[in-house]
């Protein structure tokens, strides 16, 4: 397996489930210091949004917030599990859940832009 590698590098969504908020619009940019993460996100349904986690055995565990376009804060939790495109590009598969809510979970697909 690769070296994650993401600081500096921004993803774009390409895939969520229907109970998520994240569109195509939303655009993440990803800071990293040796297994921290860290991003900022918005667009789309997001006004403005931070996620913080970990690498951990090769995958990212982390939690994020964000408030929507109709200014509801939405918290939840994710992991996302790295794989290469055949360019070359990293693409995540997360699976993550709402603390906030109704506490439903859901499927996402980002990839680096």
């Not at 489930?17 to 860290?38: K, P, R």
């Not at 939690?63 to 994710?78: Q, S």
Request: include cysteine; hydrophobic fraction near 30%.
């Amino acid at each position: 397996m690769k070296t994650l590698s993401l600081h500096g590098k921004t993803f774009r969504s390409l895939a969520n489930t229907d109970n998520g908020e994240v569109s195509g619009d939303t655009v993440f940019v990803y800071g990293q210091q040796d297994d921290l993460i860290w991003a900022d996100y918005q667009g789309g349904p997001i006004t403005r949004g931070h996620l913080v986690g970990k690498i951990v055995d090769g995958r990212l565990e982390f939690v994020y917030h964000h408030i929507n376009r109709e200014g509801e804060l939405m918290t939840g939790k994710c992991t996302s599990y790295p794989e290469w495109t055949g360019e070359g590009k990293l693409r995540f598969r997360e699976v993550w859940q709402w603390t906030c809510e109704d506490h439903s979970s859901g499927e996402s697909v980002i990839e680096e832009i």
